[in-house]
């Protein structure tokens, strides 16, 4: 377990970064840290995440989500999506609290955030009084500033070039 944990957010309109937090939990696994994901605005869509399908294999790693099982945009969200937005959030809070995890991850929070789902003061609060020793990790599109300002390592993906644009949809085993 660290002495100091920090706080990261990946964050910007590139692929990447729920990737990155997944190989950072891996990394930590590695060293006998016990991991917590928490996926926001992800369901199971029918067909099932790769990182939900291998968390059984490692003990110390539990994924939680909190989605319905489509994609949340600010045109199609509605009170059900909020509802699944709060109760990952009650969770992730008594998580964080608990001592129980070296590194928690909350994936696409950022994204809840940005369409008013959860309250940043409420976020930022919960990150201020984290446990000294607790790494937490934030992604998701638009991040907030206030967080951005919090925290102590912050990673923009930018696209350059990606084979969406041209029609590719996404692959199992690369993208979900």
């Not at 696994?29 to 016990?34: N, R």
């Not at 790693?61 to 009650?90: A, F, I, P, T």
């Amino acid at each position: 377990m660290l002495e100091n944990g920090y706080i990261q957010i990946y964050t910007g309109d590139g692929k990447g970064k729920t990737t990155a937090s997944l190989g950072l939990a891996f990394r930590a696994l590695g060293h006998g840290w016990k991991v917590l994901i928490i996926q926001f605005t992800k369901g199971d869509k029918g067909t099932t995440y790769g990182e939900i399908a291998s968390s059984g294999r490692f003990a110390n790693l539990e994924v939680r989500q909190y989605g319905l099982d489509r994609v949340v945009y600010s045109h199609n969200m509605n009170m059900d999506d909020y509802k699944e937005c709060k109760k990952g959030w009650e969770y992730a809070k008594q998580a964080i609290q608990s001592g129980e995890y070296g590194l928690i991850i909350l994936d696409e929070i950022n994204i809840c955030l940005d369409m008013g789902m959860l309250k940043v003061s409420d976020v930022k609060n919960t990150l201020i009084n984290k446990p000294k020793n607790l790494e937490i990790v934030l992604t998701g599109r638009r991040a907030p500033q206030e967080l951005v300002a919090l925290a102590h390592l912050v990673t923009e993906m930018q696209p350059i070039k990606h084979y969406f644009d041209v029609g590719v949809m996404a692959r199992r085993g690369i993208e979900y």
